[in-house]
């Protein structure tokens, strides 16, 4: 379900969106803009798949481990 916003923007900004978006494309444009900023399902999805490839998993085990030496040696 589509809900209608109503937002304020600069004039120069709103004729740049018609020159360059176009007149009928400027919600898609501002929806897609936005879409990964406040819903994080794109996002957890990624997650989900990298952790399911077992060979990068691996790699990024051995990277992990490999880096907690480093910690130690650092000054505090």
Do not use: C, N
């Not at 809900?3 to 897609?32: C, N, P, Q």
């Not at 997650?47 to 060979?55: G, I, N, P, S, T």
Request: no cysteine; aromatic share 6%.
């Amino acid at each position: 379900m589509q809900k209608k916003l109503t937002i304020s923007i600069d004039e120069k900004v709103y004729e740049g969106l018609h020159a360059v978006i176009g007149r009928r494309r400027i919600s898609k444009f501002i929806e897609d803009l936005v879409r990964p900023h406040v819903l994080h399902t794109e996002l957890e999805a990624a997650y989900r798949e990298m952790a399911q490839d077992e060979q990068r998993e691996a790699k990024a085990l051995e990277w992990a481990e490999a880096t907690v030496g480093d910690v130690s040696d650092e000054a505090r």
